[in-house]
């Protein structure tokens, strides 16, 4: 289906400006879509799977794997997996660009429970379409988790945990995540709106496998005369620290929280914690500020643990 979005109205009336063209006779959809361009609406093309992006030129390459979930719901320690996706992909190691695309690999999971209405409703799947259904099934995630150099997720914060628990071939890669290590510039950061504005290409189903292939089209645009993979590369390559705001007083917790701490609840291992991840050179500045402002007396007992993109958006420990 094609999709436009105006930013002109399009003149349908006797009064239309006379420099207007006239729409083309017959049902070419190219012809279509370039007559709306004129007329100053945006022409969204669908999303496709796509085997060549870009020629590899004889560059060095590196294996990536961009990878979604859906899920039961957002909770990784009670919610479960009912479809997973992965689809690997090639790109230079200097410049970024991404190359070829293999076919997605995708495969259901059953959670041996009824999946939410809500969740039914956005994803179309369904308590038969997983029925039955393991992902260990699908030998090849396995192999896809051992061939790459790095997994991307749109939000690996929420899919990590999820797909670690389920493969533990995956707890021992490389993550990247283009939601947060990537600046797109002002506005939403939905899959949707980041295609609209950088690719003019749409989605029309919420599933995993439409996800990665958004991904990957994202990953291969033009950012302010890089491409966005470029820019991910140089986010994961980066350490950075998490910062543990180990027994901060209740009365400061507001202080945390614009300071960009978030609350650990804790869990069998873990003590109850605020938390924040920082580039690892702003560690001394972090520790000067929790001493100052933080901790009475400026006796820190914030923990500073230096993780590199192996570590990276896990499911949160303290302990």
């Not at 009064?15 to 006779?25: F, K, L, Q, R």
């Not at 945006?42 to 961009?66: F, N, Q, T, W």
């Not at 479809?83 to 660009?97: C, D, K, N, Y």
Request: proline residues 7%; aromatic residues 6%.
């Amino acid at each position: 289906m094609t999709h436009v979005e105006s930013q002109l109205p399009l003149p349908l009336d006797s009064d239309a400006p006379a420099e207007a063209t006239a729409a083309p006779a017959a049902l070419d959809a190219e012809a279509c879509a370039e007559w709306l361009r004129e007329q100053g609406y945006r022409v969204l093309a669908p999303v496709v799977h796509r085997p060549v992006i870009d020629e590899p030129r004889g560059e060095p390459e590196r294996h990536g794997l961009v990878v979604d979930v859906e899920t039961t719901g957002r909770e990784h320690g009670t919610d479960a997996i009912i479809q997973l996706a992965a689809i690997p992909f090639r790109f230079t190691e200097r410049t970024g660009r991404v190359t070829t695309v293999d076919e997605p690999v995708v495969a259901y999971d059953d959670p041996g429970r009824p999946i939410p209405p809500e969740v039914v409703g956005l994803t179309g799947i369904t308590d038969a379409d997983v029925a039955g259904k393991r992902l260990e099934d699908v030998a090849d995630f396995e192999a896809l988790a051992a061939r790459a150099d790095l997994v991307i997720a749109h939000n690996a914060r929420f899919d990590r945990p999820f797909v670690e628990a389920r493969l533990p071939a995956f707890a021992d890669v490389a993550w990247g995540c283009t939601w947060n290590e990537i600046d797109w510039g002002p506005g939403s950061q939905t899959l949707e709106m980041l295609l609209l504005r950088h690719c003019e290409k749409c989605i029309d189903a919420h599933r995993a496998d439409e996800d990665c292939l958004a991904v990957i089209e994202l990953l291969a645009a033009d950012l302010r005369g890089r491409t966005a993979m470029a820019r991910l590369l140089e986010a994961t390559r980066a350490e950075s620290c998490r910062v543990l705001a180990v027994g901060a007083p209740f009365d400061v917790k507001d202080e945390l929280k614009r300071r960009g701490y978030r609350w650990h609840p804790g869990d069998a291992g873990s003590p109850k914690c605020w938390w924040r991840e920082l580039p690892a050179e702003e560690q001394a500045a972090e520790r000067a500020w929790l001493e100052s402002s933080i901790y009475p007396e400026g006796r820190c007992r914030a923990e500073f643990d230096r993780i590199t993109a192996r570590e990276r958006y896990r499911a949160f420990s303290a302990g």
